[in-house]
């Protein structure tokens, strides 16, 4: 009989060590404002608004008192983007198992520049390193003999992201990315009003996509150019503050060890948290990013209206 309440009273006290291991395992009191957004790249504030977005979505539907609450698998979800490391989140974030951490990533539901008038945005492809299907690893094999999602991203001035397409793999080229959208045929049937995308020479020339001058020989041409080249520099900075703030994107921390349907899942909520940060005013620094496959060959001659277009501009505001 003692043997047997003596193992009853084992077993309360673990379920009880378990209980306050996992009521306190992952909070936020305590932590000073900047280790907060050193660690998850989001203000304390950012984050509990986020987690009333997102809490019910991942609030566990077990019972068990040991169940892994919403804010622990948020908080695991931040600091696994932020890092790019799963093992290092599992040490700041000690008892979530890789399984539960995987699950809850599907969970979340998350005038002018340097002269240029009436611009919409710049858009421009970055690349997500991943480890392929063994049974298409060839479509996912970049220019560079890497694999990747190619991802495509416009932002506007200010560096937030306003459309983001995360479906494709680093084989295909990105006027393709393009010209398939949503946010193309939008801009084709001119739900954008008259303003203008910038976009480097691997897309094609349209009226309300401008691209540089290829050969430039007027005055008017190179100014042109390196207007378009400080403005749709927004973009380049957004991948650089993108992939910084979130190292899961960057290669250097290696290949994500997901599906491509996970790896453009994450991606996206990358970019939506960004736009938080960004928006909350938070800045982070920039690293130099080394684009894995760029300087695709051209996308083809432009379009004589595309061509009319750019002459016009260049004359109006750059002659």
């Known amino acids: 009989m003692a043997a047997v309440i003596v193992a009853r009273r084992r077993r309360r006290h673990d ?7 996992f009521s306190v395992r992952v909070t936020l009191f305590g ?34 008192s040991h169940a ?10 931040l600091h696994f983007l932020a890092s790019g490391s799963f093992q290092r989140t599992v040490t ?61 991203v ?12 995360a479906k494709y793999s680093g084989s295909v080229h990105d006027s393709f990315i393009l010209r398939n959208s949503a946010f193309f045929s939008n801009l084709r049937d001119g ?21 540089p001058v290829m050969n430039p020989t007027t005055p008017g041409e190179h100014r042109y150019n390196q207007a378009h080249i400080s403005t749709r520099n927004i973009v380049e ?35 939506i948290l960004h736009n938080i940060v960004k928006r909350q005013g938070i800045e982070h620094d920039a690293m130099d990013v080394e684009e894995d496959c760029h300087h695709w060959p051209h996308a083809g001659p432009p379009n004589a209206a595309g061509l009319q277009t750019r002459a016009n501009l260049i004359l109006t505001n750059f002659s």
């Open 15 to 21: 379920r009880q060590r378990r209980e306050r291991i």
């Open 31 to 64: 932590m000073a404002e900047e280790k907060i957004i050193e660690t998850y790249r989001l203000s304390g504030d950012a984050i509990l608004e986020l987690l009333r977005e997102v809490g019910t979505d991942l609030d566990p539907v077990t019972r068990r």
């Open 68 to 77: 892994v609450p919403a804010m622990a698998k948020l908080l695991a979800t």
């Open 92 to 152: 700041i974030s000690s008892g979530i198992s890789q399984s539960v951490f995987s699950s809850a990533l599907s969970q979340h539901r998350f005038y002018a520049v340097a002269g240029f008038p009436k611009i919409i945005g710049a858009i421009d492809c970055t690349h997500v390193q991943l480890v392929p299907p063994s049974d298409r690893e060839h479509i996912y094999r970049n220019r560079k003999h890497t694999h990747s999602l190619n991802v495509q």
């Open 154 to 165: 416009v932002c506007d001035s200010k560096g937030i992201i306003t459309n983001i397409v």
């Open 191 to 211: 739900e954008y009003g008259d303003g203008w995308l910038l976009g480097d020479s691997v897309y094609p020339l349209h009226p309300f996509l401008l691209t």
């Open 237 to 271: 900075c957004t991948f650089s503050v993108l992939k910084s703030r979130f190292r899961c994107l960057d290669r250097t921390g290696g290949a994500l060890l997901y599906s491509p349907q996970k790896v453009a899942q994450i991606t996206i909520v990358c970019c």
